[in-house]
Structure formats: structure tokens, C-alpha cells
């Protein structure tokens, strides 16, 4: 169980670093890197709650704002800021964090299967015990 204790702990690490923009200063606060251009809105659909939660940190981190309408879903959500800061900084930033989390998710997975089942059979696994 120490092993899914360090998992979970390196995601809480990675959710706390997608919260902080890269070159933030020590005292939170941040150069304003959104470049030029006019601010517009930017939806984004989200697989899951997760995800949704991960880009609204992500989004603080670079000082923006998330929000909902609504008439949107739940997995919906929005930011206003220009073209070049969201498609340049936000979103890549987004992506890379999200790839780190899942991957965390997938090792926690595979571990509390192999510490369920310990004698299962990885071939096994979705092939109805064929």
C-alpha cells in the first residue's frame, strides 16, 4: 500500500504544480504573458470532472478565470483570454499536465489490481477468462 500512497502523493504534487505558471515569482504573482491581440472565449468539452478541475487549475495558474453558462453541461467550461495565450501557453500546458495525471491514474489502476488480484493473469484481463 506504500506504493499507492507515493502514487497518489505524486498526483496531488503534479495537481499543485499545474495550479503554478511556469516563472511564476516566489510571491505568487506573475508577468502578464497573454501577448497581444483581443480576448475572446475559448469552450472547452472535457471527458470527465477531472479534467474539467485540471484546466480551471491550470487556467489560475495563468491567471485566468474559468466559468460555466447556464444552458452548458457540466463537463463544459470557458475562458476568455487571446488566441496566442491559450493556444501557445494554456492548452499545452493543459495537455502536458493531463498526460502526467493520466499516467499517474494508470499506474494506481495497475497497482490496486496487481494487490487485488495478485495471481491474475495480464493476458487474461478483458478476454473473459479464455
Known sequence: MKHLEDILTKI?????????????DPDGSQ????????QREFSIKHPDEWHKLLFGLVCRGHG???????????????VK???YHFEEIVWPDFMQHGAIVERY????MDE???????DLDELTVGMGGI
Open 12 to 24: 496531488k504534487e503534479e495537481l499543485v504544480q499545474a495550479g503554478k505558471a511556469p516563472g511564476t
Open 31 to 38: 508577468a502578464s504573458n497573454q501577448g497581444s491581440g483581443s
Open 64 to 78: 485566468l478565470r474559468t466559468y460555466r453558462k447556464p444552458i452548458d453541461a457540466p463537463t463544459i467550461s470557458h
Open 81 to 83: 483570454t487571446t488566441k
Open 105 to 108: 491514474l494508470k499506474r494506481l
Open 112 to 118: 490496486l489490481i496487481q494487490d487485488t488480484y495478485p
